[in-house]
């Protein structure tokens, strides 16, 4: 009886984790708008330019916002998902917008996997299943869990 609740448990988990996959998959495909389109956009701008001008782009990172005639830089942090997003259109082209979307839900993945790990070496497995679902399915995560900020 335990080797088929263990069994039902381990195809259930896949199958949920599967599920809550498909809307941020949906959303890659988006266009940039809503919530923090300006800093989605700054992330397409440091992407462009890291593509177009190598490691001076991503040292040196600029936009091409303009605010009042003038150029604006919003840097609120390092550019690691432009960056992510430039080597993904570099290595097989395509869309910066679509590998910005790609590399917060290849994050967003690997963020919540990790938060398995942990809680399940501080606590059990059943336990980080569900903390790790509870994570997964959050709003917060649904939404923004696929928008090239992250």
Do not use: C
């Amino acid at each position: 009886m335990i080797s088929k609740q263990v069994n039902l448990f381990n195809i259930l988990v896949p199958a949920l984790f599967l599920f809550g996959l498909l809307p941020r998959i949906v959303s890659i495909f988006q266009p940039i708008a809503g919530d923090f389109a300006s800093y989605q956009m700054d992330n397409i701008w440091f992407a462009h330019f890291i593509v177009e001008e190598g490691v001076k782009g991503f040292l040196y990172p600029k936009s091409m916002i303009i605010a009042n005639g003038q150029p604006l830089l919003v840097l609120l942090s390092l550019p690691l998902p432009a960056l992510a997003a430039a080597f993904g259109k570099m290595l097989f082209g395509g869309n910066l917008e679509i590998w910005g979307h790609i590399q917060a839900v290849l994050f967003n993945t690997l963020s919540t996997f990790l938060f398995f790990l942990i809680v399940k070496r501080l606590t059990n497995y059943k336990t980080a299943i569900v903390a790790a679902l509870i994570l997964w399915f959050s709003p917060i995560e649904m939404v923004y869990g696929s928008k090239f900020f992250n």
